[in-house]
């Protein structure tokens, strides 16, 4: 005879729940129904019990555990029923307004209906969610838009229509199961609800929640939390998601977690270091101005026209520019520049459209040039706060406010990244958030960010030998691998983004200008010095302690040999900063070559020429500054330049040598003269 409900439940090792979820039913369920129950090997006595309980059900025991979808379809067949309610065995029925479920699913419209579950703590369960997606998880996480993608509980007295609901009691016609195929048997567990709601909601069909009807559910106790429930729920999202969009949904979510746990935490923390860090950057970021920052938003702007190769659109076209220089970053930086032109479009309007094709005079005196500045800087002041947050982390927990104060309030920082208008801070920001990850052995995510880092500027390829020889010596081969996986996946990304468009066009000649120095061997071999000293680094970082902190040593010196060989431009300083910031927070006794670099810096931008360099960069302020103030001519008149640059080089090379070889020593895993160091090995 048929019966108007079918009542399914799948068991597995549920012995200490299914008696009091049989007895619920009996009690408040009066509708003429039946219960079947699949069995999936239960290895506890839970088939005895059921046995034993005296309650009428069809039971059916499988020979192995065929996996819950399978297991429902399997007692979907054997049903007699107008309606089936799949119940888990771990819930009861509270009362009978269960009944009236049944009063709505007879509605053409309505595909599920699910009641509310109240937890044993008597809190109802976020048991409703979004269909998920990654632009919910970007929502949710990082935009902070409730309910975008994580379980929710919605507030009504009424029926609400809701995306999808939790599988633990849900109601539905079984023509409408059959019309969908019932459950997707590819899930052995987990993630079979979802993609019911999803092809219930593909259908047209809307689903259903009533918080006026009530199911307990004991949370968990169904499957569990062992390892083994663990993966299948990770098996089973990545067949939901797919591998790729299972992966980017991971990372939007652990990106906010760490979020959470370092950025957050150390601002309230440190709130005070934050606010007053913030303050003197949004007083400065309006009233500096560099021309880098105009003619890389000039090439980025070009993005929100529709170009995708900026380096052949400027060869074709850079006649009829006002400006007619290439870019001089790869790819994704473009992307990246150009992403936050569009962003800025509705802020910044036409007024900066006009601006970046202004090249004559009354470019300093656009009356929206303040508003400019401080959007576009302001990408720049958030990588510079997470630097901070790194740098802090990167010390021991004691260290943490000192190393807050050495990197926020450093004039070298405050000038380069805001005075400069410097895009390296990204990279830069980059390469440190590489060192923290491989810190925390998260190498695949340090290979991405130092791939990443790569992709838009190429000086962080310099460090890649090192993190490899690091890894070589943990004989950590897993670690390796996913961490070149990393650096290769980002780094092919960049290859096919007009990369050889990239090479041919642009350039500042900082290799060749490494290249140049020689030493001359014997047989009259020459050898740059760049080549010689960076073999010996690498050489040293292969004998050094396994730590971090010797990787973070070896990363500085690669930065400083680069500078000490080059005509560099004062915004390269920016790479070594955070890393030597974490070097002077530990020895505060080097905060005196810490001043020598910075006399050694200032030198360095008068001998460069460039008055946006020094008073230039007041133009907003004073436009006509940079027609009269001429703070170089003025100053070579009473020093020749040639004097003074040999001067800063000195001492900069000098200051560097005397930090960097003891902290190299300091990291080696022998003492140097150590006569074990030569002993033979028999």
């Known amino acids: 005879m048929n019966k108007d409900l079918s009542i399914i439940i799948v068991t597995y090792n549920n012995s200490e729940d299914i008696i009091s979820c049989l007895k619920s039913i009996e009690k408040n369920i009066i509708i003429q129904h039946e219960i079947i129950i699949v069995d999936s090997n239960s290895s506890d006595d839970t088939i005895s019990k059921i046995k034993s309980s005296q309650i009428k059900v069809l039971l059916f025991s499988q020979s192995e555990n065929i996996g819950f979808a399978k297991a429902n379809n399997f007692a979907v067949k054997q049903a007699k029923g107008k309606y089936l ?8 029925i509270i009362d009978r307004s269960i009944n009236e479920i049944t009063n709505l699913i007879d509605r053409d419209d309505v595909g599920i209906i699910a009641p509310q ?53 849900i109601l539905i016609k079984k023509k409408t199961f059959l019309q969908i195929k019932g459950f997707d048997e590819k899930f052995f567990m987990y993630f079979e609800d979802l993609d019911l709601c999803h092809k219930i909601k593909e259908l047209g069909y809307k689903i259903l929640y009533l918080s006026n009807i009530q199911v307990k559910h004991k949370v968990g106790s169904s499957a569990g939390t062992n390892p083994k429930s663990i993966e299948l729920f990770k098996q089973s999202a990545k067949k939901y998601y797919g591998f790729f969009n299972y992966y980017a949904i991971q990372n939007v979510i652990r990106i906010s977690q760490i979020a959470d746990k370092y950025f957050f ?36 702007n070009l993005l929100t026209k529709g170009v995708v190769n900026v380096y052949e659109y400027m060869k074709v076209n850079k006649d009829n520019l006002g400006f007619k220089d290439t870019f001089v970053y790869p790819t994704m930086a473009y992307f990246t520049l150009g992403s936050w032109a569009y962003v800025t479009q509705p802020i910044l309007g036409q007024p900066f459209q006009n601006w970046l094709y202004d090249w004559g005079e009354s470019r300093w005196t656009n009356p929206q040039l303040f508003r400019q500045l401080f959007v576009l800087k302001l990408p720049y002041l958030f990588f510079d706060l997470l630097c901070g947050v790194l740098i802090a982390y990167l010390v021991e927990e004691s260290l943490r406010k000192r190393a807050l104060v050495v990197w926020f309030f450093n004039p070298l920082t405050l000038y380069i990244i805001y005075g400069l208008a410097n895009f390296d801070i990204i990279p830069t920001f980059l ?24 992709s838009l500027k190429l000086f962080p390829l310099l460090l890649l030998p090192f993190f490899v020889l690091s890894l070589l010596k943990k004989e950590n081969k897993r670690g390796l691998i996913l961490f070149l996986i990393g650096v290769i996946m980002m780094v092919l990304l960049t ?40 073999s010996s680094l690498l050489l040293g970082c292969l004998f050094s302690k396994n730590t971090w902190e010797s990787l973070n040593v070896y990363i500085l010196a690669t930065f400083w040999l680069v500078l ?13 900063l955070p890393f030597f910031a974490i070097i002077i927070t530990k020895e505060s006794k080097l905060l005196i070559q810490g001043g020598l670099i910075f006399i050694s810096f200032i030198f360095f931008i008068l001998i460069f020429e460039d008055r946006f360099l020094t008073l230039g960069i007041l133009s907003p302020i004073f436009p006509n500054i940079y027609d009269v103030a001429n703070l170089e001519q003025t ?28 902290q190299i020593l300091m990291h080696l895993n022998f003492k140097v003269g150590d006569p074990k160091l030569f002993r033979s090995k028999t």
Not at 286 to 295: E, G, I, M, S
Not at 515 to 528: A, D, R, W, Y
Request: neutral net charge; proline residues 6%.
């Open 117 to 169: 579950l109240i937890m044993l703590n008597d809190k109802v369960q976020p048991s409703v969610r979004r269909l998920p997606t990654f632009l919910g998880a970007i929502k949710e996480y990082w935009l902070g838009q409730k309910n975008a993608y994580d379980s929710y509980v919605p507030i009504s007295d009424q029926p609400v229509e809701v995306e999808s609901v939790v599988g633990a009691a």
């Open 265 to 300: 935490q150390i601002i309230k923390n440190f709130g005070s270091i934050f606010l007053l860090a913030i303050a003197i950057r949004l007083i400065i970021m309006p009233f500096l101005f560099h021309t880098d920052l105009k003619t890389q938003y000039f090439h980025a």
């Open 564 to 576: 000490s060989l080059i005509n560099f431009h004062p915004q390269w300083l920016l790479w070594s």
């Open 431 to 454: 390469t440190l958030f590489s060192l923290f990850f491989f810190q925390k052995n998260k190498l695949l995510a340090s290979g991405l960010s130092l791939g990443l880092g790569i």
């Open 495 to 534: 290859l096919c983004l007009f990369f050889q468009d990239f090479l041919a066009t642009s350039g500042s000649g900082m290799a060749t200008q490494m290249l140049i120095p020689i030493v001359i061997l014997p047989f009259n071999l020459k050898i740059p010095i760049f080549y010689l000293l960076y």
């Open 85 to 92: 309610f799949f119940l888990n065995p771990d819930t009861e």
């Open 635 to 662: 100053l070579f008149t009473y020093i020749p330049k040639t004097f003074l640059e040999i001067t800063a080089r000195l001492i900069f090379i000098i200051t560097i040598l005397t930090i960097l070889i003891p």
